[in-house]
Structures are given as C-alpha cells and as structure tokens.
C-alpha cells in the first residue's frame, strides 16, 4: 500500500468520525438554542385562549400600538421646530426655579381626603405623560379605575399579597392609575419600561402641577390585577398611583433631600 493510501485510510478511519461528531454537534447545539429562544418567546406572547384585552374596558382615549418600529412608510415627515415656548417663565432661569419649587413641593402621601377630583383633569394629567420621548410607538397603557368596587377589589388583592399592613389609601384616593408596558418580547432594542418609567414621572408632575396629590406603588400582584382589568397577558403592570387631594390630618416625613453638590458632578 502506498503512502497516499495509507493516510487517505488513516484520516477515514480516525478524523473523519470525529469531523462528523463536532459537526453534528454545532447543528445539534443550534437546534437547542432555537427551540430555547422560541420557548422565551412564547413566554411572553398572549396565548390564544386568553384572547385580546376587552377593548370596552380599555381606557378611553388611549389605544394600545404594536410596540415595533415604524416602517419607512409611516415614518412621519420632518416639520420646522421653533424650541420651546410653553414655558412657565420667559426668564429660563426663573422657569427653572419655578419648576424646582413645584417639583419640590411634590410629596408621596398616604392618607387621602374623600374631596372629588374631577377625571378631565387627570386625562389632562395623562396627555401630558403621553408627550414622553419612546422609541418607536408608545409602549404604555394608563388604566384610570374611580369606581369604588373596582378599587376595592383591587386593594384585596394587593393586602392579600404577603403584607398586613392595611393600604387604606387604595380606596381612600378618588382615582388609582395602573399603568401598563407592553414590551417587544426581549428585543435587544426595546426599552419600553424605561419609556415608561419616564413617562409616570411626566405624570406626576403634572398631577403635582394641577394641585393633585398622589402616590406611585409597585405592587407585587401585577398578573391577578391585569387579568381584573381584562389587560393582555403580554402587558406587565409597572406602577399604581393613587390620585387626589391629601387628608386635612396627613402628616409626611421631614424631607431630607442631597444637596445640589451631592448630585451634580461638573465637566
């Protein structure tokens, strides 16, 4: 047998099995990988017997929008941009502190007086939370609930979840907001709770703005309150605020706040 032959028999015997077995286990360990990533997704897609939310029970006003990024063609034209002239004050500086002291006076309370607040104030509240920046349509969904069964179920469910302190601010508060994400199901691009974390501050000040009180909660049970309001299993519940006029007895702790030199750091 010739040398050629000899490593011709030498390879088939000996490297060309253990070529076959890494390759087999690349496509083996791709298959894996494709079924895991199809498995996650799944996770988060709304499954069919749940069916799409109950649109009569969505918050009028508000409709939810595909969170992907807009095509070309529905890429909206370039119009000229003035800067900004809603302002609180000509001065800016003077603006800035005007700002300052309402975003200030802005405090977490928990005990609510039963003075009705009217609800075009708080869609006014939430159109100016609609303004916040996002990428690609907007992810969020505020759900405004001020019927007093409804937030009673609410506050049950809420207690009922590990904690024996009473949350009597949930039925005390004329108006709860939940406000919901829908995300783009782990997309590498999708930052749509932290659009949406931006848009809840908008709220709030507006709502501190407008001479409105309130509270922002994370409740813990966020699939049970979902399914109660007839949201989408793809939507996650982010935060609950409790809305209106603080008691005459509420009393806050002493703010102690960082000074600007603890906060600000100059280039």
């Not at 017997?49 to 370039?78: A, M, V």
């Not at 002239?85 to 005990?111: G, N």
């Not at 075009?120 to 990428?135: D, F, H, K, Q, V």
């Not at 603080?246 to 100059?266: F, M, W």
Request: aromatic share 8%.
């Amino acid at each position: 047998m010739s040398l050629a032959e000899r490593v011709i028999l030498f390879c088939w015997t000996y490297i060309f099995p253990i070529v076959v077995v890494v390759y087999l286990s690349i496509v083996l360990y791709e298959f894996l990988l494709h079924e895991r990533r199809k498995k996650r997704r799944a996770k988060y897609l709304p499954k069919e017997d749940e069916g799409e939310f109950n649109e009569s029970r969505n918050f009028k006003g508000i409709e939810w929008k595909d969170s992907t990024l807009p095509t070309e063609q529905e890429k909206i034209k370039n119009i000229p941009f003035a800067g900004a002239t809603a302002t609180l004050d000509s001065d800016p500086l003077k603006a800035a502190t005007r700002f300052y002291e309402i975003a200030r006076d802005r405090r977490s309370v928990r005990m609510f007086s039963s003075q009705p607040v009217d609800l075009a104030i708080i869609e006014r509240c939430i159109l100016a939370a609609g303004t916040s920046p996002s990428l690609g349509p907007e992810p969020w969904t505020f759900c405004v609930v001020s019927d007093g069964e409804l937030k009673a179920q609410i506050r049950e469910m809420i207690e009922s979840e590990g904690s024996d302190a009473s949350k009597d601010y949930l039925t005390a508060a004329p108006h709860l907001v939940l406000i919901f994400v829908k995300s783009s199901y782990g997309s590498k691009t999708d930052y749509a709770e932290e659009a949406t974390s931006i848009a809840t501050g908008i709220l709030l000040c507006a709502l501190q703005a407008a001479g409105l009180n309130s509270l922002v909660t994370t409740p813990l049970n966020c699939v049970r309150l979902g399914k109660l309001l007839g949201r989408s299993v793809g939507e996650k519940l982010l935060f609950l605020i409790s809305v209106g006029y603080a008691a005459d007895d509420c009393q806050v702790p002493v703010s102690r706040r960082k000074p600007i030199e603890e906060i600000l750091v100059k280039y």
